[in-house]
């Protein structure tokens, strides 16, 4: 089912506009450019969650409408796990793909960025933001981390994800099973159980949560491994709301070490959300106002 045929009919944002990105292993995107209607050189590209879609994430509709309203256009930017499944064609190969939180690997997090940030380049965008929330946070971390993009202006990390915390309910025997199934080259093969009992998934996919690390670049503990966010030159923002229970109880504490571990860490703006959990439920417009001031302050840096 095609974005336009899923919305809600909209009337705040002057445009709504479905895209199809193009990465370059072939396979399309899906994503929504709420745009003001007229030329503008500033741009909010937003990466989603695991099944951090419009649905389960309605503030993204806020954050659209708050935005293209100042004249700033907004992207929602899915990569391959917004929801479970998705379907959606190759145009390399032209046949038709499913992907989904089923079967996505964590490595293509690199090209699946970077077929955003081309396609803002290529609509003339001078001042580009590069946000992500939940795990979208944590894959653009990744992603800067590894390329120091002139094209982003700054970061904007919305709660990022705890992977300990996420994948703490698979059991010893659990992480085992993945490891040796992986290791046996059974990497497409489906997981014989849900991965932390909600994610029917593929081993592959299984292995990168709770195995490769590619993504678990924030953590509660001091000591964690922060080398992912220590490599990142960019400034930009962190918020979080005060309820996110992914955190082990300290949403503050849990923003502020991420930060002390960046190089940009004094440049950098820290945002809470009070009262509020990890999709800010009845704070949808307080996020989208937030975000609406910080990319209004840096534009006048």
């Given at each position: 089912?095609r ?9 705040f944002?002057?445009v ?7 990465t370059k292993?072939?396979?399309l995107?899906?994503?929504?450019l709420?745009g ?7 741009v909010?590209?937003c ?10 994430n309605?503030?993204?509709y ?8 100042a ?8 990569t391959?796990d ?7 064609q190759?145009?390399?190969?032209g ?19 970077a ?7 290529r ?10 929330h939940?795990l ?5 971390i ?13 970061f904007?990390?919305?709660s ?8 703490s309910?698979?059991?010893p025997?659990?992480r085992?099973?993945?490891h040796?199934?992986y ?27 709770v ?13 964690g ?9 960019h400034t ?13 109880g300290?949403?503050?504490g849990?923003l502020?070490n991420i ?10 703006r ?27 302050d840096?534009?006048k840096e």
């Open positions: 089912m974005f336009v045929d899923r919305m809600i009919c909209r009337t944002a002057d709504m506009k479905e895209l199809k990105i193009e292993r072939g396979t995107l899906d994503g929504v709420f003001t209607g007229v030329k503008t050189d500033t909010l590209i990466i989603t969650g695991i099944h951090g879609n419009f649905y389960s309605p503030f993204y806020n954050i659209g409408d708050t935005l293209t309203a004249g700033i256009d907004f992207i929602y930017a899915q391959n917004a929801f479970g499944a998705i379907r959606t190759n145009v390399r190969t046949q038709e793909e499913i992907i989904g939180s089923w079967n996505e690997r964590f490595a293509l997090t690199d090209e699946d960025i077929a955003y940030l081309d396609y803002a380049e609509q003339g965008y001078k001042h580009i933001i590069l946000a992500g939940s979208g946070a944590n894959k653009v990744y992603y800067l981390s590894r390329h120091h993009d002139t094209r982003v202006e700054h904007l990390l919305l990022p994800a705890n992977l300990d915390y996420m994948t309910s698979v059991t025997q659990q085992e099973i993945i040796l199934l290791e046996r080259g059974d990497a497409e093969k489906m997981l014989p159980f849900l991965l932390m009992g909600w994610v029917e998934c593929t081993v592959g996919t299984a292995y990168d949560w195995w490769s690390g590619l993504l678990n670049n924030v953590h509660t503990r001091p000591d491994d922060f080398s992912q966010v220590s490599r990142i030159t930009g923002a962190l918020l979080i709301g005060t309820y996110d229970n992914f955190t082990d300290d949403p503050s849990f502020r930060n002390s571990h960046m190089p940009t860490a004094d440049q950098n820290l945002l809470f959300i009070e009262r509020t959990g990890h999709t800010y439920q009845q704070k949808q417009q307080e996020l989208a106002d937030k975000i609406l001031q910080l990319i209004k840096w534009k």
